[in-house]
Structure formats: C-alpha cells, structure tokens
C-alpha cells in the first residue's frame, strides 16, 4: 500500500501544470491526498474514487481574507480503494475523513490541512478541533490515517516550529496508538500519520519529490508498507 499527500498551493505555477500532472501520476499512491487543491489537476491514473472537501469562500485569519477560485477546494483525496463512508469532520471544508475499504481491512483517511492560515493566530485552535476529531473516530474503534499539511516540522529546531503544537499533537498521536511515519523528515511540514495497529510489523519506506519546491512551496511525501 502506498499513501501520499502533497499541497499544489492552489496552482500558483500553473504554468507547470503538466508537470505537476505528471508529477502525481508517476507517484502512482492507492491514496493520495492533495491539499490547496484545484479541479483543473485532471490526473491520469484510474482512481476508483475522488472526493474533495466542499468551496470554501475565503481564508479566515489574514488581514485581508482572500478568497477562493471556483476550481479550488482545500482538500482532495483519490483513492483506488472503495469509498465505505464520509465521516462529518470539526469543518467539512477544511477536512475530509473517508472510510475505504482496502485489503487490510477499512481505513478512515483523514485529509486536512491544520490551520489553513498558517501558523497565524487561529492556528492552536485549529490544531485543539482536529486533535478532538483524532481522539474521537479512535475511541470508536477506527483504524486513522492522517494525511496532509500540518504547518509544522517535527524534526528541524527553527523550520516551521511551533513547539506547543507540535508537542500536543505527538501527545495526542501517543494516546491514540498512531505513529507520525514521517517526524523525521527534514524541511518537511506535509505529513503522514498511521494507526500502529493498521501498519503492523511492516517496513516503511519514505520517499519525497519536488524537494527544489520548484512546483510548489511544498515537498510532496509518500509512504509505502506491504
């Protein structure tokens, strides 16, 4: 199985888009989430399912909200695994939980970004609502993978730091028997967390592209276990 995310910063290289096109499709994931999404990325690969988070209107938490294109959406996840269910999130338009049906056994992925602002001011109540969201769909029983951008590093001391974030969100990531897989990923604030119980014995293997942030400001990542 393999799982990936990378945010398209709402296509602000447009001018690459074949590229990123072509980008996504080599990275051939099962899942692959994508964040600051936008409809015109028509990937070739036959994903079974795709769903995306619904138009939101506007950034909150800037000076000036910016508003959104028709075509973008926050949050975007193919998959080639059956859809079972859309689980209601602490905000539909920031993040997306659907339970698919894979081989090992059904996987609610859960694709967000934390704090769409950034680390801006409504960044620690963003986090507090997801991690809510965490403790919620595990004490139900749920197998969790939480996939997209986090804004925040876990493995660099001045990148993308927010030391009480990050910290709640380990703490958090314990409680619930989830293992963040790419924490020690260098300059990287896209992440992949598993549910220890889903992942099992198997190896990991991490792999990253775009890391010249050519395409976008962001590193895509992916992780794949048998």
């Known amino acids: 199985m393999k799982i990936a995310t990378w945010n398209v910063e709402r296509l602000k290289h447009k001018k690459s888009l074949d ?99 950034a680390r801006r001011l409504p960044y620690k109540e963003d986090i507090k609502s997801q991690l809510n969201d965490f403790y919620k769909f595990t004490n139900a029983g749920y197998n969790l993978c939480i996939c997209g951008d986090y804004n925040c590093s876990f493995s660099d001391d001045y990148y993308y730091l927010s030391k009480e974030c990050r910290q709640s969100i380990r703490d958090t990531f314990s409680k619930c028997n989830i293992k963040l897989v790419t924490e020690n990923q260098a300059e990287c604030i896209d992440h992949i967390a598993i549910s220890k119980n889903f992942i099992g014995d198997c190896t990991l293997e991490i792999n990253e592209w775009n890391e010249d942030k050519i395409l976008s400001d962001h590193k895509g990542i992916s992780v794949e276990f048998d």
């Open 19 to 117: 590229e990123i096109i072509t980008t996504c499709n080599k990275v051939n994931a099962d899942i692959l989430v994508l964040t600051e999404y936008d409809e015109n990325i028509k990937l070739d690969n036959p994903y079974h399912e795709c769903t995306s988070t619904p138009e939101p209107l506007y950034f909150k938490g800037y000076d000036k909200p910016e508003t959104y294109k028709p075509s973008e959406h926050r949050v975007s996840i193919y998959s080639n695994y059956k859809i079972i269910d859309n689980h209601e999130t602490f905000n539909d338009y920031t993040a997306l939980c659907l339970e698919l049906e894979t081989n090992k056994g059904n996987l609610l992925v859960y694709g967000t970004i934390m704090g769409v602002a």
